[in-house]
């Protein structure tokens, strides 16, 4: 029992650690108007143009409500859209603008030039690592298949 506990902390302060590092901690997102939970919702609809609310409230483990008080600021700031989907009336798909897809291009953009930042010192070597030891942890405790490939109809089933 005490190994499980050792492995606790241990996650707990990499948790520490990597939050700091990206400065998630902060409320607003690479110095944007929007915290990060703000920022990855306009991310997924970016990378999954059309999914709906439910997909992303499961992927990112959200509250329906909170998600949508986010869904809807993005809306009456003119990031996104709504729509009733074609293969379900029931349904709601949401969709960026072109201002939403700027936005999100944007802050894709910065989030890349921070991560490439702390990179620029590693070498080569150190970044398979890196990206194995990443590889690794998700396989670990998520199995197989992630819900990063999973697409978004394989979700609303």
Do not use: W
């Amino acid at each position: 029992m005490q190994e499980k506990e050792q492995t606790v902390q241990r996650i707990r302060a990499f948790t520490r650690f990597y939050l700091s590092k990206l400065d998630l901690l902060n409320h607003h997102y690479l110095g944007s108007e929007y915290s990060p939970t703000e920022a990855r919702v306009l991310f997924e609809v970016f990378r999954k143009d059309g999914c709906n609310a439910a997909y992303i409230a499961k992927l990112m483990n959200l509250d329906k409500s909170y998600l949508s008080r986010i869904i809807r600021a993005h809306e009456k700031n003119g990031f996104l859209v709504r729509t009733t989907s074609k293969t379900d009336s029931r349904s709601m798909e949401l969709h960026l603008t072109q201002m939403g897809f700027n936005k999100a291009e944007q802050l894709v953009k910065k989030s890349n030039e921070q991560v490439g930042a702390l990179l620029t010192q590693l070498s080569s070597k150190d970044c398979e690592a890196l990206v194995e030891a990443l590889d690794t942890i998700t396989q670990i405790l998520d199995g197989q298949e992630s819900l990063e490939t999973k697409t978004c109809e394989e979700d609303n089933r």
